[in-house]
């Protein structure tokens, strides 16, 4: 979503501006520009699609001056146009924003009938326009902001620049988040810390509610209450190459190659550094006294979770519930204190997963997130932080992230069974070893990815596609149509297998590619029975399964990818590599914007 930084430096500011922004771009936006002070005169330039657009018009129409602001705007309020483009302006002051100003509507009607003219449907302008007319009242910039800000419902990270003051940004955070970078005799403002990586690794996180005062030389906080608040200053480990694509086209098809080598990292993190058991550092809970376990999240991590849910309930047997967010948040459901909530997201900012996090605190004995970014607001409010160690997440469509999650949920599951007497020794050493195969494993799938490419040639002809799968396997064909659909923009949907005769069966003929993930596991040959259905009504199978399911799968396949065998529990780990790969090659041959696909942000922080 909306990406914000700012600068109060020692140089020309629009090229730094226009780089921080530049590795804000996998949040996803449509439109960008930037505000500068140069001899005190507020300059702005914005410009529609794409950053090099930007560039382009700044090449044209330059903006100079040391001290900025700059903005990536993924459109919720009014159409992605030049227009609602941000900065937005009003004389004396500029304001990047991201996030919803919930009472906009109201204070717009106020200042309309005070005389205020605006150029906007967006709720952004509402700001602008308030603390302009605030300073209009004679206010000076900081009281104007902060007066401003008092009157904010909704969830935002803003940053307010004004003209005359070459030495003054103004931040405030609610629900959004943001960071503050210090330099040497510079200061910044980030929606996170990679933006700032190239400048400094010095960086403090503003709490909710939290506004700054920003000088070259001084930061000054106050909470929502006006009080001055001191936060930690943190050293990031975000190092400039993180965003770096190495040599591959795209980041997405980067972070599927990194994931043999994240996996292991993951993997070490979750074992004991003597035994080489499975443990989770800090995992601070009695699980002989859990009632249930209830896991929110959105889109592909709720996937992970989904399969997760198996897990919990198969080998360390507690009952589990899973639900997304958006739905959670609002269903009200009875909590139990005995039992845990875990919050699994891979920004750690997704709105949904917070305001559901919120909803638990206090409800439940434990909250746990289950996250990539460290520093992140489910991270820092959930009692427990669990970090997957992905490392830097760029592509829109998650794939490290997701097997990731899975590493750190299984060792979070086998940690309980242990605990609660289900899972003895040997089983558990079993279930390490399996873990420890896996980045070896994926290795092994990613030098077929030949093989996988060549298969989409049909794929990308197709409109729609289906995804089946059983047992753990659901999930992993949901995660398969999300990942096809998101970024090559085939319709696709995934199914149980044992669903298809209840309805999805009618869609099935000679046009619909149905592609069966089915390791060679207990409910395998109840998946051929599915699969035989489909190929009896002219259905093009793909099979996706180990040497032994290749060889028991009857005749009339139309395809097979074979994958190395697989302990059953970690089956949906590795067999996300193909999933992901499908999805891949198939929006290569398509063209589509693979990293970031249309409409879509990385970072969902607004519902
Ligand atoms: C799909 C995808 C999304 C995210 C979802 C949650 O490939 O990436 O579905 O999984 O937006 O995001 P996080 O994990 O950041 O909460």
């Known amino acids: 979503m909306c990406g914000i930084v700012g600068i109060l430096g020692n140089h020309e500011a629009a090229p730094i501006l226009v780089d921080a922004l530049r590795r804000l771009e996998y949040r996803g936006y449509d439109s960008a520009g930037i505000a500068t002070i140069d ?94 007319s605030y300073l209009d009242e004679g206010m000076s910039p900081i009281y104007a902001a902060a007066a401003t800000i008092d009157r904010l419902e909704g969830a935002y990270a803003l940053c307010f620049l004004f003209d005359g003051e070459d030495d003054l940004l103004i931040a405030a955070r609610k629900g959004s988040p943001l960071a503050i970078g210090h330099g040497d005799g510079e200061m910044y403002v980030g929606s996170d810390a990679l933006a700032l990586a190239p400048m400094t690794d010095k960086v403090t996180y503003l709490d909710e509610g939290d506004w700054a005062v920003i000088t070259r030389n001084s930061l000054e906080i106050r909470d929502a209450q006006g009080k001055q608040v001191s936060r930690e200053m943190r050293t990031i480990k975000a190092d400039a190459s993180s965003t ?14 990194e994931q043999p080598t994240v996996l292991a990292d993951a993997i070490g993190h979750y074992s004991n550094a003597e035994t080489g058991a499975i443990s989770v550092p800090g995992l601070d809970i009695d699980f002989t006294s859990v009632d249930k376990i209830t896991m929110v999240a959105c889109g592909t991590a709720y996937l992970a979770c989904s399969v997760a849910k198996y897990w919990f309930e198969q080998v360390a047997r507690i009952p589990c519930e899973v639900d997304v967010a958006s739905e959670f948040r609002y269903r009200e459901p009875p909590m139990s204190d005995k039992s845990i909530a875990l919050f699994v997201s891979q920004s750690g900012e997704t709105a949904d997963t917070l305001a559901a996090l919120r909803y638990c605190a206090g409800k439940v004995a434990k909250t746990v997130a289950v996250v990539n970014v460290a520093e992140s607001s489910i991270a820092r409010e959930c ?30 599951v086998i940690s309980a069974a242990r605990a609660r007497g289900v899972l003895d020794a040997k089983g558990a050493q079993e279930l390490r070893d399996a873990l420890n195969s896996l980045p070896g494993l994926i290795n092994q799938c990613l030098t077929r990815k030949n093989d996988i490419d060549k298969v989409t040639v049909e794929l990308a002809k197709a409109s729609d596609a289906l995804f089946l799968g059983r047992g753990a396997m659901y999930p992993l064909a949901l995660e398969g149509a999300l990942k096809l659909k998101e970024i090559s923009y085939i ?58 399911g290749a060889d028991a799968a009857r005749d009339g396949v139309w395809k097979t990818i074979v994958m190395p065998p697989v302990h059953d529990m970690f089956a949906p780990i590795l067999y996300a590599i193909p999933a992901q790969l499908i999805a891949y090659y198939t929006a290569v041959r398509k063209g589509t914007d693979v990293d970031q696909p249309r409409n879509l942000a990385k970072s969902v922080t607004v519902e």
């Open 39 to 132: 001899k005190g005169r507020l300059g702005r330039r914005r410009a529609m699609g794409k950053l090099v657009n930007l560039s382009d018009l700044l090449m044209h129409e330059p903006i100079t001056g040391k001290s900025g602001i700059g903005h990536t705007r993924w459109a919720t309020h009014g159409a992605p146009n030049v227009v609602n483009a941000h900065p937005h302006r009003a004389k004396d002051v500029a304001v990047v924003h991201n996030g919803i100003i919930e009472n906009y509507k109201e204070l717009r009607d106020e200042l309309t009938a005070a005389g205020l003219v605006f150029e906007t449907e967006t709720d952004t302008e509402t700001v602008v326009q308030l603390c302009m």
């Open 244 to 257: 770096d694509k190495g040599i591959h086209k795209h980041y997405m098809m980067k972070e599927i190659t």
């Open 383 to 412: 009692d427990i932080s669990l970090p997957i160690h992905a490392g830097v997440e760029i592509g829109v469509a998650s794939t490290k992230a997701f097997t990731c999650q899975l590493v750190a949920l299984a060792a979070v």
């Open 491 to 548: 319709h696709a949907e995934g199914y149980a297998s044992g669903e298809l005769k209840h309805g999805p069966i009618a869609l099935v003929d000679e046009h619909m590619p149905v592609i069966v993930m089915a390791p060679k596991d207990a409910l395998f040959d109840k998946t051929v029975s599915n699969m035989q259905e489909v190929m009896a009504r002219g259905g093009k199978v793909l099979l996706v399964t180990d040497q032994q």
